[in-house]
């Protein structure tokens, strides 16, 4: 079948040697896990936030996902999972697998090639059931249909060429979900394949998991089970991991700011400071008053400081980015001698303040008459402590912003349903590509386009890239559309996060993605030893 199907027998045979020799485990075991926040459902497909997909990501598979054990997600790293290869046809439009034989879900129903092509009618919107929320229905766009070539070999058809398809299902997010279960079943309870088998949710409370002993891979998982303890205040946690009481701290819910006390509470952790593909991001409504208005949209991007974030939030750790991960973590970011040429990105904030003062005085605001609104957020500690500064920076510009603080099980159908005039948020990649990025929080169709954002220039862009096969012919167009982003100023980029990820020693087996924080839950080599 080509050089891509040779690939894809290169990468299982590569699986095999990034694993750890089987006789360093150890079996048995429940992995304590400190998390930050409490869910809305249990549906992935259905979800935007890692306190949902991180722990229920180790109920499911993919066709094919990152590799676990390495850090750095690309192409490169994808390894089958339900799928024992994969390769394309000719032209690159038809990507077809085949599939495992043997493997049972949760209930003990077998799966099949039936349950692919039920996964991504339902995210395409095609089914008979149809998804409460469908955040990530735009990265589905260039695909025409699914089709299942008996009961274990499946081809994914597209429209036109794309080479990240294949990343897309290897991201987290992008489980597949059983025929016979429906949407509304799987928001409380689901079913899946994967190593671990869903027990409860107890909302604000926790997320058990217990060791799937039908596993259709030998030997896996190691633990018995993992239970996430749901604690929301940090100094709370901190306290709770100093007494030993959970195992482990995962990436994202603890800012760089609290490592000493991290490390002060409990001296035998091991923490690490690892980059974290989720940027701090304002977003502001362009579809209705006031910042329909481009100036008011483009004086916000202006007005940014991006150094303080850094500094408070993240005790001098982050990078200053634009929407695609900054180098070396990520494998898209532009160089940083081109970034400072975008607006809003150089060194003289004075200079861009009185820029973005004129274009506020053009739209009628000034000293005496400000413009007063809420800045809404999420109330978790990655969203509300940087907009405090987002809101004191925008008195700068005559904006008296008053904080609007979120419960998480509103916070996404508030923004979608763009029920916000300005905001703050944490822009969740659910991998390090620009399909994934751009589609899903820019292109004018998406659900998770928060601001309204629409430019028929820019989509076309967006698809050139696409569709481009040369890396480095595709990276010049993604930096022309970081370009036209930044101009137009609907959600400007204040920076990239660093999260301490913090664990006991005799927690094993797990790799921290340095680049896609979404991908590396699945949990079934991680070990105790103990």
Known sequence: ?????????????????????????????????LHGDSPASM????????????????????????????????????????????????????????LHQGVKWHDGVPFTAADVKCTWNLLQGKGAEKMRINPRKSWWDNLDEVTANGGFEVSFRLKRPQPSFIALIASGWSPVYPCHVPPREMRQHPIGTGPFKFVEFKPNERITLTRNTDYWQPGRPYLEGIEYT????????????????????????????????????????????????????????????????????RAVALTLDRKPFIDIIGNG?????A????APEGVWGMPAEMLATLPGYGPDIAANRVVARKLMEKAGYGPDKHLSLTVATRNVAAYRDPAVILADQLKEIYIDGTLDI??????????????????????????????????????????????????PEVDGLIDEQSAEPDGDKRRQIVWQIERRL????????????????????????????????YNGWRMEDVWLDR
């Open 1 to 33: 079948m080509g050089q891509p199907g040779i690939r894809s027998v290169l990468a299982a045979a590569a699986l095999l040697l990034a694993t750890p020799p089987a006789h360093a485990q150890k079996s048995g075991g429940i992995l304590r896990m």
């Open 43 to 98: 549906s992935i497909l259905e979800e935007s936030t890692i306190v949902s997909e991180g722990p229920i990501m180790a109920v499911f598979n993919n066709l094919v996902l990152f590799d676990q054990h390495i850090a750095q997600n690309s192409l490169d790293t994808i390894r089958p999972e339900l799928a024992t290869d994969w390769a394309w046809n000719d032209d690159h439009t038809v990507l077809t697998m085949h």
């Open 230 to 297: 749901i604690i929301r205040d940090a100094s709370t946690g901190i306290l709770a991991l100093g007494a030993h009481q959970f195992d482990h701290l995962g990436v994202g819910f603890t800012p760089v700011a609290l490592l000493k006390d991290i490390q002060s509470a409990a001296p035998q952790l091991n923490c690490e400071v690892d980059a974290w593909n989720a940027s701090r991001t304002a977003i502001v409504n362009e579809t209705k008053p006031p910042f329909d208005n481009p100036d008011l949209r």
């Open 317 to 321: 750790q982050g990078e200053i980015g």
């Open 323 to 326: 929407t695609m991960q900054p």
């Open 406 to 455: 979120v419960d998480t099980t509103q916070w996404y159908p508030k923004v979608m349903r763009k029920d916000y005039a300005l905001g703050f948020t944490v822009t969740e990649s659910g991998l390090d590509d620009p399909d994934q990025n751009f589609y899903e929080n820019y292109s004018c169709k998406s659900e998770r386009n928060y601001t309204g954002y629409c430019n």
């Open 486 to 517: 930044a101009e137009d100023g609907g959600r400007p980029i204040i920076f990239h996060p660093k999260s301490v990820h913090c664990w006991y020693p005799e927690v094993k087996g797990f790799t921290v993605m340095v680049n896609s924080n």
